[in-house]
């Protein structure tokens, strides 16, 4: 498929019929198309999603607005309502071989202030690719078809279906999006069903299953068939509130993000400024109140021992001098009391003794009590008690348990004045409160929209799990229904056949949609790796790239097979695997699409860049429609992207009116000098 001419008239800031030529040159692919933020580059590429699917096309602009509402706030304000507005899209297809060359014209206009009228007519040359191989320049014989204006939703379908052109058509906030791991995974379970081919095989199951059951109706098999068709349109209407429910819940996860960005913003200004101190003055201020009374609890402990026996440990060795003088009075002591009643014995034992033996025994005797006299008496005698040892002893025994407990609280007090130190310091570093003040309310006020952002969230999330189980129960309902219709014509023999062969057919399907899957899943594997390789500043972060097979989620892993938490990618790094990931799919898929890229650089890092505009953008697809600002393809990237380029255009607004216009050419080249 590749885009011929778009022509918007009355269409958003598009004042009158303004109309941009988008053929491509041999090996230059791409239309560089400029404009300043609010110029309308984002009104382009909804106007060209717009002509193809009408109320289903995703919209940037429409948000939660009604399809009329929409239309309707689309007619340039400057213009008549009720001649309304237009946009009118040419390109061509190849069908069955054969280039068909068609153009779309979606027109509307109020008709009085309650009612607005669409319009849609489709003109088509199915011949233009028989002409066209040997005049390439030839001009289309387009005829109105009113078949295919009729039915045209169904026919876009098959040629481009939205799923399909959702992974062609994106700007900056979709790349941002596909950076999360979650919104990755439900593109890639999308992508590969509808992209690659998957769902083709589901549907020849499901028609076989059709096969199965269409039989001509009894009485019975008319209310089976009533019941069926009920819970049909019951499915499709679950299936369309769980599709706005996706929606809105991507919304919301959108505002989610950026709430939660200005959040950290202020968080992080909030530090800057002290604001955790001053958060915390009170508890500090108490806690600096309590350690002052801890303190003094502790000095008057240590008063308390003071006073008591411990400064004896001071004369220490005095003391000791004191314990052995008490030991030497006790053992004179003892020697006195020994002495005296050696006498006694000794005039006992000399009366028992003969004459002749007296005289020795005497003399040594004496000498005993000599040698015993000599000991009981001191140098020095301070007639200490008598229970002076054992005082001693109990004083001995007093000092160690103060001093031990002494020891403790001058431990513990040094780590209290260590603590009212931390504490004086933080009590000083706190800022003033008026200093603080404004931003502790901004940040106050963002927490409260933070979590206002993901309630609705989580209120979108339960909604969408009562819509899935809802769309089980009715699903399984209807498969029930449709068992209970079959069972009903399993009577004769063609039918009994048909049911045999179909369900095997149907399970060979089953098999071969598995295996497709996985080939499909394998070759995305080494499509993105080799495309983020090629985008990657840093070469060697990511060595290898896996998809689970049920879940869809991506896993990266570092050089040493280890698992890359996509957390420690940088933004920019994650922008380009998301790209990876939408050029990977293109890549498999093998589709002659075009890729229309609104503010393609947003956050990327000047050698990032480089790459994208060397290596992604003249080979991402045989048409590439760019919708650059000033900032994005400037006058460095202008040249190094010139010769991919085949056309360019400038959206020039026009401030007093509020208006854009369309201007060939773009900033920095011929043609758009008059640009401010």
């Given at each position: 498929?590749?885009l ?20 491509v ?27 193809l ?85 030839v ?8 078949v ?8 876009i ?138 303190l ?26 004191v ?53 009981a ?14 005082q ?37 570093g706190v800022?003033?409160k ?39 129960n ?31 057919a ?46 869809f ?124």
């Open positions: 498929m590749l011929r001419k778009i022509t918007l008239e009355e269409f958003g800031a598009y004042r009158g019929k303004q109309s941009l030529d988008l053929t040159k041999k090996n230059k692919p791409v239309i560089l198309i400029g404009g300043l933020n609010g110029c309308g580059k984002t009104t382009l590429l909804d106007a060209i999603q717009l002509a699917y009408g109320p289903r096309a995703r919209c940037s602009g429409r948000g939660n607005k009604s399809y009329e509402t929409y239309l309707r706030e689309s007619i340039n304000r400057q213009a008549d309502s009720t001649r309304g507005a237009s946009v009118t899209l040419e390109f061509t297809v190849t069908v069955d071989g054969t280039e068909h060359y068609y153009k779309v014209v979606r027109t509307w206009r109020t008709s009085g202030k309650a009612t607005l009228k669409e319009f849609l007519s489709t003109l088509v040359d199915e011949e233009y690719g028989n002409r066209a191989k040997s005049d390439r320049h001009e289309p014989k387009l005829a109105y078809s009113r295919l204006s009729e039915g045209w939703a169904d026919h379908e098959n040629l481009l279906p939205l799923e399909v052109a959702s992974l062609s058509f994106f700007d900056g906030e979709k790349i941002e999006s596909l950076a999360d791991p979650e919104r990755a995974a439900s593109v890639i379970e999308s992508a590969i069903h509808s992209l690659l081919g998957v769902s083709t095989v589901q549907q020849l199951r499901t028609d076989l299953l059709a096969l199965q059951r269409r039989q001509k109706l009894s009485d019975e098999e008319q209310h089976l068939m009533d019941k069926i068709h009920e819970e049909e349109r019951d499915r499709e209407s679950v299936k369309l509130q769980l599709a706005d429910a996706d929606q809105e819940l991507a919304q919301r996860r959108t505002e989610l993000i950026k709430a939660q960005r200005k959040l950290d913003t202020l968080e992080r200004e909030f530090e800057a400024q002290g604001g955790s101190l001053f958060e915390r003055r009170v508890e500090i201020e108490h806690d600096h109140k309590r350690v002052l009374a801890r003094a609890e502790l000095r008057g402990s240590l008063m308390q021992l003071a006073a008591g026996p411990l400064p004896l440990l001071l004369v220490s060795s005095q003391l000791a001098d314990r052995k003088q008490a030991k030497r009075e006790q053992a004179a002591g003892e020697a006195a009391q020994v002495l005296g009643v050696l006498e006694e014995r000794d005039r006992w034992l000399l009366k028992m003794l003969p004459e002749d033996a007296k005289a020795a025994v005497l003399e040594k005797l004496e000498a005993d009590r000599a040698t015993r006299s000599k000991a008496h001191l140098k020095v005698d301070l007639a200490l008690p008598s229970d002076a040892l054992s001693m002893s109990v004083l001995d025994e007093v000092l160690d348990r103060d001093k031990a407990r002494a020891t403790e609280l001058l431990k513990q007090t040094a780590e209290t004045i260590e603590e009212q130190v931390q504490l004086e310091r933080e009590l000083a800022p003033e008026s200093k603080v003040e404004a931003i502790q309310e901004a940040r106050e006020e963002q927490i409260q929209e933070v979590v206002r952002v993901q309630a609705a969230c989580e209120r979108d999330s339960e909604r969408i799990s009562v819509l899935k189980r809802r769309l089980e009715v699903t399984d309902s209807l498969k029930r229904a449709h068992d209970d219709f079959v069972r009903t014509k399993v009577k004769a023999e063609e039918v009994e056949r048909i049911i045999k062969y179909s369900e095997k149907r399970t060979t399907l089953e098999r071969f949609a598995d295996a497709l899957l996985r080939r499909h899943i394998s070759r995305l594997e080494v499509a993105m790796l080799q495309s983020f390789k090629v985008l990657m500043r840093k070469q060697g972060l990511v060595q290898d790239l896996r998809i689970d097979t049920d879940k989620t991506l896993t990266l892993a570092d050089n040493e097979g280890q698992p890359i938490d996509p957390g420690r990618l940088s933004a920019g790094e994650r922008q380009l695997l998301a790209v990876s990931l939408l050029w990977g799919l293109m890549k498999v898929a093998g589709n002659r699409l075009p890729s229309v890229i609104d503010t393609p650089l947003g956050r990327l890092d000047s050698r990032h860049r480089e790459h994208l505009v060397d290596r992604y953008f003249p080979y991402a697809s045989d048409q590439v429609l760019l919708l650059s600002t000033d900032e994005e393809i400037d006058e460095y990237l202008l040249g190094r992207l010139k010769k991919s380029v085949a056309r360019t255009y400038t959206l020039v607004h026009d401030d007093s009116n509020f208006t854009t216009s369309v201007v060939e050419g773009y900033w920095w080249n011929a043609g758009a000098q008059n640009v401010a």
